[in-house]
């Protein structure tokens, strides 16, 4: 079971959290023109990276919050967390 | 029957306490402090089952979690629990125990018939044999299979015990209790930090409990004792016995699994049977010691032969003479510190030495003791069929490869010793990458990925003065960088015997002309000539021989036999064991229960019951409830002796001719507040939000991105800046996480707040022509009139003192309102409304009349809304606005979404007006079309319609909207129905909606 820092409460175990998917995905700007490629590439197209990737979580058993964790898929070790709406450097 | 087999004297048993158990039916003594395996072997019992594929008679070959054999039913308290290791099993009072894969006893085996059909049974089996012909599969070969193998039989009763699950931080965790686990434990306790060391035996100690050792001027076992002893006191330590860890997963988490009461008879009141701990530790460090290896030779797996550190431990922990003519057959010094025991205990032991001229401190006091020692000897097989009679022995040549003239010798028992495998399972787990160690033939842990430290013996370390100083200075260093506390502690003083180099030989060849089973698995009843036909069908990857010939997939993961099929393969393949490379260990280490597992998430506890407030009401008034998510709901009011379907009717009923009343606490509902909710709710619904107005509710679908819709409800605008949105009962958990996604990823800038207020409210329906009189007679103060409180419309009152939302909301289609009060008020509202219901023939509704309501009504809900439609689907497509953008509008324009076929809802009659159609049904134009019959639509909901006294139906179907009046079959293959059916409108009861605005 994974051990997440949570930005906002701490270290907390795995069963505390829901998996939201990757988190370098941006929806697109309401009211503007997007081509089909561009909406599946938002709504369906996804990596499946093996190695480091950015993803959602949400702190659904505690602060309700959602964060960005920077986790490695394969090794499940988890670099950095970061809260929603810091910006990931 | 008298403990022949015990010695005098000597032991950890309590000699004062005799319990009486029964082995097969039969009457035996023991002591407290024996297992189930020393009991039994002290009775001189030795054959204890038959093997899994051939019934070859099994008896005791290890004395703890590494045995293969010794499996056994357990009967305790009324109770029976199958794959029990006798090794491990404590003896209590009137302990019961049966032998496995014995049919029909273990004397007497038909399985053994297997023996003489080896043929029948090669590497492979399950995939070669029994596949021909198939009509024989059932009927013959699986019976034949289920009878004569298996490891027991499962209780098919409720389990009455108890098990618990508990959750746990440390600095350090530590498995195993031998002198690494005890040196370690000890140095980090004195630097304050928090430790848990656990042991899976119930006597802490490990292999001091055995061996013949000094350290610090006391026995090893005195020293054990005296540091378990100061270690209890400190209250930063947690000690376990009978508790072992057998899992190591991500970030440091481990799993401990606790026999609470496996040890008594009965458990005892408010105690678990056993207690799982999850323990998530800044550091690990595993002393989990090491399991002797078998060397392998014919007819290895006879009943007597065993390990003999196995040997050594039944003698010196329970007092037990495994033989009392043994022969000890090693490759190493361990076989002699057997033989010394037995020596010790007047038993005169010959030893057999693979070896040429071994020389050390060991073996000189092995010969001080006249031990009569033979050298470049091995056994050839052991002779004898339910019990080792004699031994097949001659020299051997230097290469290994010769034997030399057969001699036939009498012993009773035969103690094996082919050195020492490391037990790295935990290490592995973790992600530790092994490494093989060249000088003691076996692999160790390599690069750690986890914070763990594999010490002492699992670390591949035999000397006892290099793991105590290996491991006072882990356990040190450790705890320092955690608590930043150095009591440098001294380390005490080894006294040991030195050993010498073991002799890198582990299978005895097979002499001219005979051809004995030589096995590597013993519980999987594996040999070396399976593991050679495996190789030479083509078999490369280790991973796909263990698969091939099931070596070391038993229960037991191949404690002892892994190393030496890794050899095999090797030496067949002329690769070196670290080529060949190690299978994959997974956890559990060993067995554990799955009620362990389960934890006390069971029946009623698998998940809370939530309760309305007005629940004690329904209790009182009849209702039959049902789950609805982890909600109870009143599914129908019993009358007499209604049925489900009579109730429903007659309620459903009473709403359209009358009133009713319906408990709709269990909707979701979130409190939208903010300056910018407005705006939230434009772009989360689909339809328009930003010119409704204060006192005002409105029905919005909302869509997932992908167009989907995800739910339905109504919000209402309850002042400038705050609106109660309902969500249906199922969606409520998943709709607040996604307006939070929105608002704290996606559009962070809208000032907006949401919080579940479900509980809050507790919440009645009132519905039916009546309804608005009742309203009236609730609320005497308010205009409740069709101008006053219009359709949507929402207003506050008074009612009798408590104060009360009223929104004028439909789902009946009914002229309908729902009163919301606090929870606390909800009983009241609720027996209010029925007082003053009385006027107008009020009666409640269950859920069973509110879907007959919806769907004669065509409204669609769960069952519609079902994770595969789009608003169009579901004639929802009037509120799709045109002009501003919402979640998943883009997805809409998808070609397969705006085809001109669509799927949509429509309503379904069956042609003969009678029978029901059952939900699941497919649409098919012609019931006698070939399979697989296109599938036009399925039926999502079905109900008896009260307004026409007819079934009714609702349906999802292609091309939908062209369809109605056209003559379809809908097919219920599980329920062997073929309905002829017209399709028609989803609105089959008042299809202008004029009810709910009259
Ligand atoms: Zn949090």
Redesign the pocket.
């Known amino acids: 079971m994974l051990y997440i820092n949570?930005p906002?409460?701490g270290m907390?175990s795995q069963n505390e959290f829901s998996y939201g998917g990757d988190a370098s995905v941006k929806r697109p700007e309401l009211n503007k023109e997007v081509s089909d490629q561009e909406w599946d590439d938002f709504v369906y197209n996804r990596k499946s990276l093996r190695g480091k990737h950015l993803e959602l979580w949400q702190?659904i058993s505690?602060?309700r919050?959602w964060i960005k964790v920077e986790r490695d898929t394969s090794t499940h070790e988890i670099f950095r967390t970061f809260k929603a709406n810091e910006e990931v450097a | 029957m008298s403990q022949a087999f015990r010695i005098g004297y000597g032991g950890l048993v309590n000699r004062d306490k005799k319990l009486s158990f029964k082995f097969n039916g039969k009457s035996y003594f023991g002591y407290e402090g024996d297992t189930l395996a020393s009991a039994l072997l002290a009775n001189g019992v030795h054959l204890v089952g038959r093997s899994f594929k051939y019934h070859r008679p099994r008896g005791f070959f290890g004395a703890g979690v590494d045995e293969p054999y010794a499996i056994v039913q357990l009967y305790r308290n009324g109770e029976t629990e199958p794959n029990i290791k006798a090794t491990e099993q404590e003896l209590f009072e009137g302990l019961e125990a049966k032998s496995v894969n014995c049919w029909p006893s273990v004397n007497f085996d038909i399985g053994a018939i297997n023996n003489f059909l080896k043929i029948f049974l090669p590497a492979g089996f399950y995939y070669k044999t029994f596949m021909w012909p198939k009509s024989f599969w059932y009927r013959i070969y699986e019976p034949f299979i289920r009878k004569a193998a298996g490891l027991g039989v499962v209780s098919t009763k409720h389990d009455n015990e108890r098990y618990e699950h508990k959750y746990e931080y440390c600095d350090l965790l530590i498995a195993g209790s031998g002198p690494s686990g005890l040196s370690s434990a000890y140095a980090a306790a004195k630097n304050g930090a928090s430790v848990i060391l656990a042991e899976d035996k119930p006597r802490f100690g490990g292999s001091l409990l055995t061996s013949d050792v000094n350290i610090g001027n006391q026995s090893g076992k005195d020293w054990a004792e005296g540091i378990i002893a100061e270690l209890k006191t400190m209250p930063n330590v947690v000690v376990k016995n009978r508790s072992q860890i057998f899992g190591y997963y991500d970030h440091n988490m481990l799993v401990m699994s606790e026999k609470v009461s496996d040890h008594l008879p009965k458990t005892k009141k408010y105690h678990p049977n056993k207690r799982l701990w999850y323990i998530r530790a800044k550091e690990v460090l595993i002393s989990s010691g090491s399991i002797e290896r078998p060397i392998v030779f014919g007819n290895n797996d006879t009943p007597g032969v065993m390990l003999s550190s196995a040997a050594k431990e039944y003698l010196k922990v329970y007092g037990v003479l495994v033989g009392k003519k043994p022969l000890v057959f090693t490759n190493n010094d361990s076989g002699y510190e057997t033989a010394i025991e037995f020596k010790k205990h007047g038993v005169d032991p010959i030893v057999l030495d693979s070896r040429k001229n071994p020389k050390s401190e060991i073996i000189d006091e092995a010969k001080n003791l006249a031990i009569n020692i033979k050298n470049s000897y091995v056994v050839v097989a052991a002779q004898g069929y339910k019990k080792v009679k004699r031994a097949d022995i001659a020299s051997i040549s230097d290469d290994k490869k010769q034997l030399g003239k057969i001699e036939s010798i009498n012993c009773d028992c035969i103690c094996v010793s082919g050195f020492w495998t490391p037990t790295i399972h935990l290490a592995s787990q973790s992600g530790n990458k092994t490494k093989f160690k060249e000088e003691i033939d076996a692999f160790v842990p390599g690069v750690s990925k986890q914070n763990e430290t594999t010490l002492g013996s699992a670390n591949g370390v035999f000397s006892l003065d290099e793991t105590l100083k290996t491991s006072f200075a882990a356990g040190s260093e450790l705890s320092k960088k955690i608590t930043k506390n150095d009591n440098n502690i001294a380390i005490p003083n080894v006294v040991e015997k030195k050993s010498s180099q073991h002799d890198k030989f582990w299978c005895v060849p097979l002499p001219k002309g005979k051809n004995y089973k030589r096995f590597l698995d013993f519980q999987n009843d594996v040999a070396v000539s399976d593991i050679e036909i495996a190789l030479r069908e083509g078999y490369r990857s280790i991973e796909h021989v263990k698969r091939y010939t099931t070596l070391g997939m038993a229960t037991d993961q191949g404690k002892t036999s892994n190393l030496n099929g890794l050899q095999l393969v090797s030496e067949i393949e002329n690769k070196v064991v670290p080529a060949v490379g190690h299978t994959t260990f997974r956890p559990p280490y060993t067995p554990v229960s799955i009620g362990a597992i389960v934890g006390r998430e069971v029946g009623k506890h698998s998940k809370p019951t939530r309760k309305s407030p007005m629940h004690s009401w329904h209790e009182k008034n009849n209702a039959v409830f049902v789950d609805a998510g982890v909600w109870l709901r009143p599914r129908f009011y019993k009358r007499g002796n209604e049925t489900l379907f009579e109730a429903s009717k007659r309620e459903a009923k009473n709403v359209r001719t009358n009133v009713g009343v319906c408990d709709v606490t269990t909707l979701g509902k979130i409190d939208v507040k903010g300056p910018d909710a407005a705006e939230l709710l434009n772009r989360v619904y689909t339809n328009a939000w930003l010119k409704l107005p204060v006192g005002k509710a409105r029905y919005g679908v909302m869509l997932r991105e992908d167009g989907i819709v995800m739910d339905d409800g109504t919000t209402t605008r309850i002042s400038e800046n705050h609106y109660h949105m309902t969500t249906t009962t199922a969606q409520a958990a998943n709709v607040l996480s996604h307006l939070e996604y929105y608002l704290q990823l996606v559009w962070p800038d809208l000032n907006v707040n949401v919080v579940s207020t479900t509980e809050q409210w507790a919440g009645a329906a009132i519905a039916g022509p009546k309804s608005r009189d009742l309203l009236q007679k609730l609320f005497p103060n308010l205009n409740v009139s069709n101008e006053g409180l219009p359709f949507m419309g929402y207003m506050e009152g008074d009612l009798f003192g408590v104060k009360a939302r009223i929104f004028r909301i439909s789902f009946s289609g009914e002229l309908a309102y729902e009163v919301n009060v606090e929870s606390d008020n909800g009983n009241f509202m609720w027996e209010k409304i029925m007082e003053v219901g009385e006027d107008f023939e009020i009666q409640p509704y269950g859920t069973e009349a509110l879907s007959t309501l919806r769907i004669e009504m065509g409204h669609v809900a769960g069952s519609e809304l079902d994770g595969r439609t789009i608003p169009y689907d579901n004639a929802l497509e009037g509120l799709v606005s045109k002009k501003k953008d919402f979640i998943g509008k883009r997805s809409l324009l998808r070609s397969a979404f705006t085809a001109e076929d669509r799927q949509r809802i429509v309503g379904v009659v069956p042609l003969d007006k009678k029978t029901s159609i059952p939900e699941g049904s497919h649409l098919v134009k012609d019931a006698k079309a070939p399979l697989p019959n296109p599938k036009l639509g399925h039926i999502s909901a079905s109900c008896w319609s009260v307004e026409y006294d007819n079934p009714f139906s609702l349906a999802i179907l292609k091309n939908g909207k062209n369809m109605i009046g056209e003559k379809l079959f809908a097919m219920s293959p599980l329920k062997n129905k073929v309905i002829p059916v017209e399709i028609v409108s989803s609105h089959y009861v008042d299809p202008k909606g004029e009810r709910v605005r009259s």
């Open positions: 949570c906002h409460c907390r702190h505690g602060c919050q």
